[in-house]
């Protein structure tokens, strides 16, 4: 492995200037560092010095200054300004990340979330200090529950899998409450990693149901593996082929005859905003994945908003301090009278709760109907236009996303999904969703999303047939694309035989 | 009704042509009409970006912002420069998706790589995830890794960890079922044995602690490693500037809050949940793990890494649930650190720690009454003899947040805990004191 | 010429995803339109509309409303981030273009000019409502007078350009009272061009003086064209050479014995803050370029801030109305008695001016003469470092910028300053200001500003001995870079020649 | 003191031992030490980007910026959304010099390229340069085409153009040596040829004019072009999205200030000179231009282009001295014309029509005196028989700022000329006019 894309300069540390749009790679911003080069001030207090060593015994403190880098303002904002022009986002490009609601983040919300009146509240302060924040959360909370179609929700959860875990604990409450006695969630073999995950950090056992031949979740299979040891079922609806479960009231029926409760994972509600709410299907539990439906920017990984909302019957078990209203017009905390306890450090993700209820706003209910409406549109174009190339796993009219099979092309041609996403990118699209939901083969899984016009589905849908046509032409080539990105295909494998995880690792 | 949806009506009736449709609600026709809506949504929209912004606006200007903030409790009013502002805005940061396809997520990958070592660096670990929600998320996936390695069910908190991470930890234990047993700290210090038996997994220690002063780490860890216990401690990642790094002096997994490392305070989210630990320990790391490697041409490349232990391979198996997390928090602490470097960090911590130190010898010449005598860094605790949630009301009147009130678990005596940052001049503390003085005499 | 690099898309318009890290042309955003698509949204007044048609004659309005565009607010923030991405910029790596002071912008400044309490003043609001500003500019002109050692400034001229013409009718006016009949300017051979221009729009005529063979101007040529028609004289010092006039005191002798005054371009101040004076060697006259100087953003072009301060004789003639303190604290606007006019609609770019003030400030006296003292060692070092691959065009010690020549390198190779100005556009580097000043062949005049660290100097100067390397090898492969940019040698002659200057003369 | 330079005093040594000097005042040696200030300039710096920030934005809050802007004259309040905002703040377009090399500049390039699109469109012209300094300059710059291009030195002014242009105007006409006459516009409109002879090179008129009536175009074209003199038309950028463009109804040379598409309102600056003209007279343009060609593998691509009229090119030769123009504001305007769009920008002039006209319709009824019973788009001219700057600053108190005092050339009458915006709302409308009732009864 080569290392010549650190240039040593004969000063010691590494060069700053690294080719705008070339492919060098870019430094660590610990190449940068050159000892008594510094970037920061701070702010002149008026108040004189008082030695850490002078107060505090040495036992406690650090025998060296911790070393973190030691660069000048200058190389530190061009290093992570280079760094962002070595990363695709929303805001370069079509990003039809399926499961994932990669649509526009408008601007305003940016704006938002930076208005000093709400930035600057300290997390700790009373009720009395806090009264916007706390209208903010109300009424987010209000909307949610009128979306979904449920009594009341909390908003700590900071992303969908804290929702879930929550709603699961949620559950176990309930039911230990009731007396129930129960030790199973059933989960399709469709459903998304972090279902089963959050139920075992619950505390229950997952069983598996089936998929039927339309996509849907296997009555059949349901009713063998159903018993009174079910406390509940987890689903999303649609599901994570992007179908709608057409028997979702039967689902809720044969659920609630044992007893058992029903979870919504709201990573899919993009589909049907105004349309459908999950608190009409029966469901007693819902997350929403702020960042996904509400457009919250996802920042790379995070941050999110996972709020939970449930049922009548549940909501004496919510997270608590929960913010309220009062009859007199004022907001306060309110711990629910059999909370589960507290989720979150403090009240969840504010500023992402703000931006989302910002965005509700903006759109209004025909709006978000519009949202909605549009989502699907555009998903079930893309599965028509795209036909031909690589079918629908499932050739049933798709909600927001489809989940494409490139089985029988990869056994005719060698062209796998993977390659159509790597080529994908060289074409400047980000990559689909693949070998997503598992049990597809070859999964490609495409949720264009609302904001994406004809024009980009249709230059996304030429860029996949050309990358067919290529790769039947000549495979070997298309398996080294891309060749127009900051770095080629990854050994991913070396990575994780050999960790290094650290600059400081580096050559261990 | 604004809209982002870019659809013509001309080009809905060409793509509704296409699929043979005649109309939009034909797209929902499979769906069963006893489950449709039938209705519009029951609440007000508004009509532009601009009424938006206006009408939440005056929702926020009831927030009482101009309080001088003299609370911490883990979250700190610090100063962020423009710089580490205006790079973490960056649309490419913002509005990236988790880094899937690393070929062209190398900006977030490298930036989080950084990040890790930085964490590493300040808290005297190996290994640093990518963030988790926040410190008591950290706190509760430490808790996890240690029950579900030792195959044990009980661990052992001091009483003077924050008392929100403790409620969020009891809440996570039902799911667990762990047993979590608080324990005074100072009785955790004068006969550690004595709460450690054979199922304890883990004890757990917080420096400087939820009443501001400091632990001694050293005096702990001999008998928690020799137990076999997993030492976990939380620290404020500011204070690890100067602090004995904990991973050097025994501690197995070290946690914290990343808000003081350049979030704002948000009303307490976003945040960053910093999670490290030893490296043997790496294949229970919870999150996302970057790691450095080659390109086709050998070019470096950052890629997440031992993805085997993460829920979407390992699902039910897996020890932890968390998808998304914080990255572009993780983003802006290696931004905020850069900034500060090796320099700048001590300074804040030494500005903090002079800040703090005159309130309080201001505060004593008031004859004000401290919880503790023992060695703080920037937050300590004041005892009244007057309802202390009435002093932080009439502060507030005088424009101040004078703190954040704890109550201690055992005695139930309740505290004012105040902190003082980089970030307040004497004249704030001056008012400060003068103000407090006024309203409590 | 091919047009393939639009490909329209069935629905007619184009596409709105093109390669990220690519090498396609970005559409225009007009191929973005489609008919009735929007992006805008107006705030609800609550007001009745009243058409504009119902009260305004036909006579006066447009048969049809105007055609700009019709593009999603997501296509047209892509379009823009990717504009973006084609773009070098001091904030992308080292920009070391002479005479232009491309150092780096401190962010916090971008801060300061957002702030909503200048920012959202208006120009016409009396001076009652604009203390804050008032007192900005009043601050701001006194600490230009004190750093260039002069009486008073304007702050209107909105660029040097128009600092220079503010300055020559400035002289213009003196010259006119004190019945001085003069129609002469002297302007060396190696002034920018703007001097030149500026002349003639004053009203004057140009006589030129030579260098001579230290860089300096000409003593002897001087003294042979001086004579009482002689208004004045332009200069910068140091010089567009990067030399410091020596005899500048024998200079302003010559020109004050005939009556006539010095002006300063102060395109150069950055290398003699808090060290020399232009008041101080006998300048009577000073524009400054708060854009190089005093850091703030160039912008692509533009804007900048052209201030222009004066000795005491001529502050009466000084544009108006100025912001002045008055005795009781308070501050207001007042016309010079003999004041040359208004130089701009308003009071100039006064965010700029904010922006410099809040510059200035945070470096303080000490931290200015830093600046020119480390902008004047890394020049020198840069100098002495290329010796052996291309010679300074003088061999004297710089100032803060350093003009090579490859005059003798073009000879021997064939290498010309074009091409490694071309080639260090593909190593990252932006490339230094070439053949200028004119009466340097083949010049390359580097400024690397103080803000450039020994590393990135070690790697610029790395790089042009690496290209140096590689043309002596194979010349025909370095007229052909760059290769790693946007886009490569553009057409200029083509661009000329057949001129498409809107998206509507295309195909014309 | 803070600074940005990176240099360590290891480096430092190590650069001057490589320049064979001892100390950095060597660098300096060669200049006379009779001309060094020896001494420290003589102001207070500050300690940090904290200081200055709060340092100036008490100074920034002595602004009465909370007084809701009545005020027009070439300067708008208008809508800017945080797209726009946004976008333009981006550092590759904020930090970038001149688009000297091409090939790292077409992001600048070719923003220039659709804004000058744009200008002509909205203009109906046929070329606009990539920006002067402000509307003012703007019209300097196409009264000095008409000198030099009919070589005479007379210019016929409507006494309507906004004064401040008026007064650059007068003032650069010293050095060009230009007669600039002042008419009335009434005598313009009834008897242009009057003012015409044979050294006019041009007549300039200004719609909607100074006082915010509309004047007729079409009435002055035919003169103007039968003399054979050049018709330069003021005209601000939203007003011209309905009316008839001048470009198309004989105006030469069309200027404005772009103030109002995309820039906050800023104190005046920076803002932007728009500058559009006929094709035939593209040689005499003043300022950049951006072309569209094809670099060596045939890809678009853009490039400034008729360099030779350039002063760097053309030095003394050159008809006009712009260098540094406002380039990032063109970048603006282009992002914010996209973001208006087709229906946007009549949206925006139909909203502030009616938002005028109901003020309008309000102070009738409250029988206010309005100077000119003609059409007017959003702004118009009140008559009082009180002190004007009074009346301004009573309203200021009141929390407006009611608008902007002009004096008539030739009877000295005062008005104030109010403007409304899309951004005023119905109740700021009416407690406006209430404080003017208040005021002047
Ligand atoms: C179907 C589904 N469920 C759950 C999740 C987890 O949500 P989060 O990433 O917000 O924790 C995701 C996220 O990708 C998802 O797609
Ligand atoms: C020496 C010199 N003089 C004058 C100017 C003109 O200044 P501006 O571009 O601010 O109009 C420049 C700008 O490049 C310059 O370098």
């Known amino acids: ?508 | 009704m604004p809209t982002f949806t870019p659809h013509t009506p001309e080009e809905i009736k060409q793509m509704l042509g296409f699929l043979g449709l005649d109309s939009i609600s034909e797209l929902y026709s499979h769906i069963p009409d006893s489950l449709k809506l039938g209705r519009q949504l029951a609440f007000q929209g508004l009509d532009s970006e601009f009424d938006v912004l206006s009408e939440l606006s005056l929702t926020g200007e009831t927030n009482i912002n101009s309080a001088i903030c003299f609370a911490g409790y883990g979250a700190y009013d610090r100063l962020i420069p423009a710089a580490t502002k205006q790079l973490s805005a960056r649309s490419e940061f913002v509005t990236a998706y988790t880094p899937y396809q690393p070929e062209v997520a190398q900006g977030v990958l490298q930036a989080i790589f950084e990040y890790q070592t930085f964490i590493t660096r300040l808290y005297g670990t190996d290994i640093a995830n990518a963030s988790l929600y926040d410190g008591s998320s950290a706190l509760v996936e430490a808790i996890n890794i240690a029950t579900s390695l030792r195959g044990s069910k009980k661990v052992v908190l001091s009483e003077s960890i924050f008392h929100n991470y403790r409620q969020v930890a009891d809440t996570f234990s039902k799911g667990t079922d762990t047993e979590i047993v608080t324990v005074k700290e100072s009785d955790l210090i004068e006969d550690l044995e004595r709460f450690i038996d054979s199922k304890t997994a883990a004890v757990v220690v917080q420096t400087p602690n939820r009443y501001g002063y400091l632990v001694d780490l050293e005096e702990l860890s001999p008998t928690i490693s020799k137990h076999g216990c997993l030492f976990i401690v939380v620290m404020d990642p500011i204070a690890a500037s100067v602090l004995k790094p904990p991973g050097k002096i025994g501690a197995d997994i070290v946690v914290g809050e990343g808000q003081p490392i350049g979030m704002p305070l948000s009303y307490g989210g976003p945040y960053l949940g910093l999670f490290s630990l030893r490296e043997d320990l790496v294949r229970k790391l919870p999150g996302r793990l970057v790691g450095r490697t080659y390109d086709l041409d050998s070019k470096i490349a950052y890629v997440t890494t031992l993805r085997s232990r993460e829920q979407d391979i390992r699902r039910e198996k897996a020890s932890s649930n968390v998808c998304t997390n914080q990255t572009l928090m993780a983003v802006t602490a290696a931004i905020q650190l850069s900034w500060l470097g090796t320099s700048g960090i001590l300074k804040v911590a030494q500005n903090s720690f002079s800040a703090a130190h005159y309130l309080h010898s201001e505060l004593h010449k008031h004859d004000f009454e401290f919880a503790y005598d023992k060695p703080f860094l920037w937050e300590f605790s004041l005892r009244f003899n007057q309802n202390i949630d009435k002093i932080i009301d009439a502060m507030l009147e005088e424009g101040f947040l004078a703190g954040v009130k704890v109550t201690e678990e055992f005695s139930k005596e309740e505290f004012l805990v105040v902190a003082a940052t980089e970030k307040r001049t004497r004249s704030e503390i001056d008012s400060y004191v003068n103000a407090l003085v006024k309203i409590t005499r």
């Open chain 1, 1 to 508: 492995m080569s290392e010549t894309n650190i240039r040593k300069a004969p000063g010691g540390g590494n060069a700053a200037s690294i080719p705008l749009m070339g492919n060098k790679a870019e430094p660590t911003i610990f190449e940068f560092t050159k000892t008594h080069r510094k970037s920061s001030n701070l702010l002149n207090q008026g108040i004189e010095k008082i030695d850490i060593r002078s107060a505090v015994a040495d036992k406690y403190l650090r025998d060296e200054p911790v070393n973190l880098v030691e660069v000048s303002e200058r190389d530190m904002v061009a290093h992570f300004t280079r760094l962002s022009h070595r990363q695709y986002s929303v805001d370069l490009g079509a990003y039809p990340l399926g499961s994932c609601t990669m649509k526009y983040n408008p601007k305003f919300c940016d704006e938002l979330a930076s208005l000093g009146c709400f930035k600057n509240m300290h997390p700790g302060a009373p009720a009395s200090a806090v009264q916007g924040w706390l209208k903010v959360m109300v009424d987010l909370e209000q909307i949610l529950c009128e979306i979904t179609g449920m009594s009341q929700a909390t908003l700590q959860p900071a992303a969908g899998a804290q929702g879930e875990l929550t709603g699961l604990l949620l559950m176990k409450a309930w039911h230990k409450d009731q007396d129930h006695r129960k030790s199973t969630i059933i989960i399709p073999d469709s459903a998304h990693g972090t279902n089963p995950a959050s139920v075992t950090l619950g505390g229950y056992k997952v069983k598996t149901v089936g998929t039927n031949e339309l996509g849907s979740v296997d009555l059949e299979s349901l009713k063998s593996i159903l018993n009174e040891d079910v406390a509940g079922i987890m689903l999303t609806n649609p599901n994570t082929l992007g179908l709608f479960e057409e028997d979702i009231v039967e689902v809720a029926q044969l659920i609630h005859s044992v007893n058992g409760l029903l979870y919504y994972d709201g990573a899919n509600l993009n589909a049907i905003l105004g349309k459908v709410r999950p608190g009409d299907m029966g469901f007693d539990i819902v997350h929403l994945n702020l960042h996904k439906t509400f457009a919250t920017p996802h920042g790379g990984g995070g941050p999110g908003a996972g709020p939970v909302a449930v049922s009548e019957r549940l909501i004496d078990y919510l997270p608590g301090p929960k913010p309220v209203l009062l009859d007199d017009g004022y907001y306060d905390f309110k711990i629910p009278s059999n909370s589960i306890g507290r989720i979150h450090s403090w009240h969840g993700n504010s500023l992402v709760l703000l931006r989302a209820l910002g965005y509700i706003l903006f759109h209004g209910p025909k709006g978000l109907e519009n949202i909605s409406e549009m989502a699907v549109l555009n998903a079930n174009w893309l599965k028509k236009r795209l036909e031909s190339t690589i079918p629908a796993a499932y050739d049933r009219p798709v909600m927001h996303e489809v989940v494409l099979s490139a089985q029988k092309l990869s056994k005719e041609s060698g062209i796998k999904a993977l390659d159509i996403a790597k080529a994908l990118l060289d074409k400047g699209f980000h990559a689909p969703t693949v070998y997503f939901p598992l049990l597809v083969h070859e999964a490609l899984m495409f949720e264009p999303t609302e904001t994406e016009s004809l024009d980009t589905l249709e230059e996304l849908a030429e860029s996949i047939d050309m990358i067919v046509e290529d790769g039947k032409k000549d495979l070997e080539a298309i398996k080294q694309l891309p060749k127009n990105t900051p770095v080629r295909r990854v050994d991913e494998a070396l990575a994780a035989r050999k960790l290094i995880a650290t600059f400081d690792s580096i050559g261990d």
